[in-house]
């Protein structure tokens, strides 16, 4: 094994102090979802040309994806709770390699089903890795700066969520016209051929990613790392059924709004990380799907920036009115979005991902601490993860928006709400916060310090 950790463990799970070179490493598996979250912004445009497809139809894409996600993520909380986190993130690398390898049939076999099944098996890796990945983060190391690793960690998202856009523009998108022009005017065998060749072109990207993953894989095979599961005594974990955990959860309000918050956010996320490589080629005719793909890349160098200067402030201001004022600006962009019929728009989307940056995290940890009872953290870790689906549900109901309406800028009304929601969500937090400031409760969530 390598480059073991002298941190003591706390009987809470909680480490005395960071093991850097474990974290660092557990870090590094955040981008590989990115990556993989989005590639399916690339398939949404390149399957809507080829399959002819509805917005509507190409939002299942993240409903396959986002679905798998909450389908595995509670069984993949109990293999980590029988187990350890490190089982989990194997398993889940393993599982996603598997997924970007069944790409390869879906190609030849040619038909939109076949691509769900396979995003829907990298989903099932991706869930065992985040389920295993955003609770580990928050235990290596002590427990007043449990948020603050998460937000850490997740800055590296956004780094793999543009290697992925890349890889989407330069191996699977082409130059010229965009793939509805070229299409005009071929006969059916013609477009079958063309067709055959642009589903050829996805694999590409997948190849790379797979030969990334089999060398974290090792890595973490190799590297030993801390337990981290809480003690009930030195020899004997505590341990909770599945029953009993959900039935406790049950009873947690403040936990069931987190699960809300999260639901909402993940699905505004995603919905408008789909739609906006079609907002730009709605708004200006003079990009193909390749140029249109530079406003991703531009959206998730928002996205890391806004979560740098989001590690800045929480560490300085109150995480809520942070949060508040985040979700403010982002509301009033997404109200541009729907309103101004030009490029600038898309600016505008671009300006959204950026104030994205914190809410993941921030809503994951926090959350999570109001499990007092630390017997339940891989499952309840698990439930937040399941709230992922709301990227399954929201860019569908999006989609169904922009076809009942024949305008994919008003659509945006359905994300407008869900950032409202989370504005709603931290407004709540901050008042409930200062009520039990003023009364000398002591607060549940973990304080906000410098590194």
């Known amino acids: 094994m390598l480059f073991k950790t002298s941190a003591v463990q706390q009987p809470d799970g909680y480490l005395s102090r960071i093991p850097w070179f474990q974290f660092l490493l557990i870090s590094l598996c955040f981008p590989m979802w990115g990556a993989a979250a989005s590639l399916n912004d690339i398939l949404i445009t390149q399957f809507k040309s080829v399959f002819t497809l509805s917005d509507l139809a190409t939002a299942f894409v993240q409903s396959a994806f986002y679905g798998g996600y909450f389908i595995i993520a509670i069984p993949a909380s109990r293999i980590i709770r029988r187990f350890t986190y490190k089982t989990g993130i194997l398993i889940g690398l393993g599982v996603y390699i598997l997924g970007c390898a069944a790409f390869f049939p879906a190609s030849h076999m040619a038909t939109y089903s076949m691509f769900l099944v396979a995003l829907f098996a990298i989903a099932i890796g991706l869930s065992f890795l ?44 082409t130059d010229g016209d965009t793939l509805e022009a070229q ?10 051929a063309f067709s055959a060749d642009m589903l050829q072109r ?92 530079n406003y991703m890349a531009f959206a998730f160098i928002a996205f890391f920036l806004g979560k740098v200067i989001a590690n800045f402030l929480i560490t300085r201001l109150d995480v809520n009115a942070v949060l508040m004022g985040f979700a403010a600006l982002g509301s009033l962009a997404l109200l541009y979005i729907m309103l101004v019929p030009n490029i600038t728009a898309v600016w505008a989307a671009i300006l959204v991902s950026g104030l994205f940056g914190p809410c993941w995290a921030t809503i994951f940890g926090r959350t999570l601490d109001t499990i007092t009872d630390k017997r339940h953290t891989e499952t309840g870790g698990a439930v937040l ?38 504005f709603m969500h931290f407004r709540h937090l ?22």
């Open 130 to 173: 985040e389920t295993a990945c955003n609770t580990y983060s928050t235990l290596l190391g002590p427990k007043p700066t449990s948020t603050w690793r998460l937000n850490v960690s997740q800055t590296f998202t956004p780094i793999g969520s543009i290697l992925g856009i890349l890889l989407g523009k330069y191996l699977v998108f």
């Open 183 to 192: 299409m005009e005017g071929m006969s059916a065998a013609e477009k079958t």
């Open 202 to 293: 996805t694999l590409m990207p997948y190849k790379y990613i797979i030969m990334i993953l089999v060398v974290v894989f090792i890595v973490v095979a190799l590297t030993k790392f801390p337990h981290c599961k809480p003690l009930r005594d030195k020899t004997h974990e505590a341990t909770a059924r599945i029953g009993e955990t959900l039935a406790y959860l049950a009873r947690n309000k403040e936990f069931l709004r987190g699960i809300f918050a999260q639901f909402m956010y993940v699905g505004m996320q995603t919905a408008v990380w789909s739609f906006t490589i079609r907002l730009a080629l709605n708004l200006d005719d003079s990009l193909n799907e390749r140029s249109a793909t």
């Open 385 to 422: 993860v399941m709230a992922i689906v709301g990227g399954a549900v929201i860019p569908v109901v999006q989609g169904l928006a922009s076809d009942l309406t024949g305008s994919l800028q008003l659509s945006f009304m359905v994300s407008l709400v869900c950032f409202l929601a989370v």
């Open 430 to 451: 901050r008042r409930t916060e200062g009520r039990s400031a003023l009364a000398g409760t002591p607060e549940r969530t973990p304080e906000y310090v410098s590194h």
